[in-house]
């Protein structure tokens, strides 16, 4: 059961983590090895799919069996145990390298697609089973050394620590928090754009949060450093896992004293007003030349949450 009424893309992982258990490495070779569980597969960050089940539209994770997972990690270093889906074991396993494993011991087991890209086609549950594993693994690929002493470190606990054994030193799995935030005056919001971005498209505004900062605080600075607002009231709507590589995004909208602002030419290139209607027919993309988003992101989500407010 979802902890709130709106869940973005990515959240809404529904595997029991079963935290307790990953530290029994006996206990998890043994479900690695039992013909009842599953695993799937990520090459290059990209998760095995196929399509749906029964004619519906959009595709689904290929799930593999456990035993061939082992096979294909060859050890622990590229396993990660995701947790439990009631009763049955999940895992998952990290492919690299330039040659598609669907040519290989693969083969006809499904196709590796972007995350990014089948994101909504694939069940919303899937969508947040595959996100953690990318974050996870991106996670192990940049800790393979202590951040203490310089030495390679070990995998531990089912994939989720890392140790170093020469000073013992523990490694645990980062997450990035970003606040993100629609500031908005009276009847009108405002959205921004880097010059990076394609030709057109306007977002929210976000920033990572800094040590020793509250949300809110994260929130005012970095609608005063990047567009020269100042945050009058702060209010929660939603976070998202993003596994590009780990940030959690913390979903805001933010009333603001004055509809003025200007960007920064550093984060923001541009900042443009938007009234209701406005934003209510970018959403639909019906104003020529501009785009928002699509409902994947939680900028999206921000931007429909306050048309919807009038």
Not at 75 to 104: H, I, K, M, S, Y
Not at 172 to 191: K, N, Q, W
Request: a negative charge; hydrophobic letters at 40%; charged letters at 25%.
């Amino acid at each position: 059961m979802p902890l709130t009424a709106f869940t973005n893309t990515f959240a809404g992982n529904p595997l029991n983590r079963a935290s307790d258990r990953r530290p029994d490495a006996a206990w998890l070779a043994s479900q690695l090895a039992s013909a009842e569980n599953l695993g799937i597969a990520l090459w290059n960050g990209r998760p095995l799919v196929e399509p749906r089940e029964g004619g519906e539209k959009g595709v689904q994770i290929a799930y593999l069996p456990s035993r061939l997972v082992a096979e294909l990690a060859g050890g622990a270093e590229r396993l990660l145990f995701l947790g439990l889906w009631n009763e049955t074991a999940v895992f998952a396993v990290d492919l690299e390298g330039q040659a598609d494993p669907t040519d290989g011991p693969l083969q006809g087991l499904g196709r590796f697609e972007d995350l990014r890209q089948v994101a909504l086609s694939l069940p919303a549950p899937e969508a947040g089973i595959c996100a953690t594993a990318k974050s996870m693994f991106e996670w192990r690929r940049k800790h393979r050394r202590c951040a203490n002493c310089g030495e390679p470190t070990e995998v531990r606990d089912g994939g989720w620590k890392r140790q170093c054994p020469a000073c013992e030193v523990e490694h645990f799995p980062r997450t990035d928090p970003v606040v993100i935030m629609l500031p908005y005056h009276g009847d009108r919001c405002m959205l921004g754009r880097q010059e990076a971005w394609p030709k057109g498209m306007f977002s929210a505004l976000a920033g990572f949060l800094e040590p020793g900062e509250s949300i809110e605080e994260a929130c005012a600075r970095e609608l005063s450093e990047e567009a020269g607002l100042r945050a009058r009231a702060v209010r929660y709507h939603s976070t998202q896992p993003w596994p590009w590589p780990s940030s959690l995004m913390i979903g805001l909208l933010a009333e603001v004293e004055d509809d003025e602002g200007t960007p920064d030419q550093t984060e923001l290139s541009e900042v443009r007003w938007f009234t209701r209607a406005e934003a209510r027919a970018l959403l639909a993309g019906e104003i020529e030349g501009l785009f928002c988003p699509p409902p994947l992101a939680i900028a999206h989500q921000l931007l429909k949450a306050w048309v919807e407010e009038a």
